[in-house]
């Protein structure tokens, strides 16, 4: 989509977005130089806060070539939001269902068509706990090798602060005012994969690629270090549940009276004492595994 050709529906989003955007938050806008200005081509962009896809549309508008975005196909259905979905062009995703690859047929047809289409390739908020890019999804990396298109790596920082993600309540915090910062990359070079099969090893391959120039940026952006290797959410659940199973049968074995030894003569009965000593400890037991 050429800096010409907006459109009526984004330009009414801007006009409904924009004036709020610009009251209430900073901005830090870097590397605009690396949007191409023609054609058809990827934007790969790091998600940590339900605001940063305004700041990152307000970024991309500004530079004259906006962005088609994947979004949840629920989002298209309900009043005036579905309506500007539909309005502005965005790509409905139908998750797991028969239609789910229609998502990425849009997205293959739009760049062909010389648009912008922008991928969260996380699929959601990152849950990496210093909130740092987590491993990415495959779609991206499938959409980049059937399009060849460029791939910009987008970073953006800032807008947790005014809205942390999985936060128990969905307030703004406004005060005092933040800083939303967005930085693209030089596109990312995918040229020694594109004879290859775009078998799952190949497609994985590409992704972590894809991961690491956006991650690279927003180190750039936090003045940090890169993080060793990407987090790994999967990983890290089975790791949480594992460790509640054996939390759990802990627990169970300490709960569990321990079947008395057999005695060589008629054991003695037991002393008011010692019985309520030992009711007491399988008291606490069960208390301590109900915490």
């Not at 058809?40 to 305004?54: C, E, K, M, R």
């Not at 949840?72 to 009043?79: C, H, P, Y």
């Not at 979905?85 to 965005?90: A, E, H, K, N």
Request: with cysteine; net charge positive; hydrophobic share 45%.
């Amino acid at each position: 989509m050429s800096r010409r050709r907006i459109g009526f529906w984004y330009r009414l989003a801007a006009v409904i977005c924009k004036p709020p955007l610009l009251v209430l938050f900073k901005r830090d806008w870097r590397g605009m130089e690396h949007i191409p200005a023609d054609g058809g081509f990827i934007t790969a962009v790091n998600h940590n806060s339900y605001l940063d896809p305004l700041s990152y549309a307000h970024y991309q508008y500004n530079t004259g070539r906006v962005p088609r975005f994947l979004a949840k196909a629920g989002l298209f259905k309900s009043g005036f939001v579905g309506l500007m979905m539909r309005g502005t062009g965005q790509i409905p995703v139908y998750r797991e269902t028969t239609d789910a690859a229609t998502a990425f047929r849009a997205a293959v047809s739009a760049i062909e068509k010389g648009e912008c289409v922008a991928f969260y390739p996380e699929g959601t908020l990152t849950r990496d706990p210093e909130l740092w890019p987590m491993q990415g999804k495959t779609g991206a990396a499938r959409v980049a090798l059937l399009t060849k298109a460029p791939v910009i790596p987008v970073a953006q920082w800032g807008a947790h602060e005014a809205m942390p993600p999985y936060a128990k309540e969905k307030k703004l915090r406004l005060l005092p005012r933040k800083t939303l910062l967005v930085q693209a990359g030089p596109p990312v070079d995918l040229s020694a994969f594109y004879d290859q099969e775009p078998t799952a090893e190949v497609l994985r391959a590409v992704t972590e690629v894809i991961m690491a120039a956006i991650t690279e940026q927003l180190a750039v952006l936090r003045g940090a270090p890169v993080p060793a290797e990407p987090y790994d959410w999967r990983k890290a659940i089975a790791r949480e549940r594992r460790a509640a199973r054996e939390a759990a049968k802990a627990g169970a074995g300490a709960a569990a009276p321990s079947a008395p030894a057999a005695p060589a003569e008629p054991a003695a009965a037991p002393e008011p004492a010692v019985g309520s000593q030992q009711a007491r400890s399988t008291q606490q037991a069960q208390e301590d595994e109900s915490k």
